[in-house]
T-cell receptor, first 115, second 115 residues
Framework: DAGVIQSPRHEVTEMGQEVTLRCKPI?????LFWYRQTMMRGLELLIY????????DSGMPEDRFSAKMPNASFSTLKIQPSEPRDSAVYFC?????????????FGQGTRLTVV | AQKVTQAQTEISVVEKEDVTLDCVYE???????LFWYKQPPSGELVFLIR??????QNEISGRYSWNFQKSTSSFNFTITASQVVDSAVYFC????????????FGKGTMLLVSP
């Protein structure tokens, strides 16, 4: 299996622009997570999907952030408009989910820089 | 709400020294899972171990060992005879045993192993 695939790996954008991060989870996994990593706050959960349905989006910072999972094999995280404080590494992870946790498999992350 | 504390921000050792990374967790649930992940300089998050709350047996995997003590809510990680390749940020994480649980991470401990 190819693992969780994220694109792009690096993104540099100007403040005010729209940014879209993409994630392809591992086939068969029904849970998908978006995490953000910064030096100050560490790894924070932004949103959690189960069977393509958003279950917990309490970590989404504000209305500028939105996430979708139109099908089991694709998810997007969109920031519009982007701000310099959004600069971080964004990780997507997937898990078989359900009651019995195995582990979450993480993608390689997207390093976002907003200038 | 659950919480994971990794009090050691950064540890520096010389190769071949043993090193222990501390992890203390908080949860009111009686059933939960604990994890350790490694983040090498390349940035990806690599799963190391998963332990459920009913299994307090210590585990050893090569130079790695884990000590789980429910009485002190700790899940410490020891690297024996450290090597330069062990240099990374190590994260401890907690997940509850429920259908819609997510991973809560500690802030991480940066381990620097010098030759």
């Amino acid at each position: 299996d190819a693992g969780v695939i994220q694109s792009p790996r690096h993104e540099v954008t100007e403040m005010g622009q729209e940014v879209t991060l993409r994630c392809k989870p591992i086939s068969g996994h029904n849970s998908l997570f978006w995490y953000r990593q910064t030096m100050m706050r560490g790894l924070e959960l932004l949103i959690y999907f189960n069977n393509n349905v958003p279950i917990d989006d309490s970590g989404m910072p504000e209305d500028r952030f939105s996430a979708k999972m139109p099908n089991a094999s694709f998810s997007t995280l969109k920031i519009q408009p982007s701000e310099p404080r959004d600069s971080a590494v964004y990780f997507c992870a997937s898990s078989p989910g359900g009651v019995f946790w195995t582990e979450a498999f993480f993608g390689q992350g997207t390093r976002l820089t907003v200038v | 709400a659950q919480k994971v504390t990794q009090a050691q921000t950064e540890i520096s050792v010389v190769e071949k020294e043993d090193v222990t990374l501390d992890c203390v967790y908080e949860t009111r649930d009686t059933t939960y899972y604990l994890f350790w992940y490694k983040q090498p300089p390349s940035g990806e998050l690599v799963f190391l171990i998963r332990r459920n709350s009913f299994d307090e047996q210590n585990e050893i995997s090569g130079r790695y060992s884990w000590n789980f003590q429910k009485s002190t809510s700790s899940f410490n990680f020891t690297i024996t005879a450290s090597q330069v390749v062990d240099s990374a940020v190590y994260f401890c994480a907690l997940s509850l045993n429920s259908g819609y649980s997510t991973l809560t991470f500690g802030k991480g401990t940066m381990l620097l192993v010098s030759p």
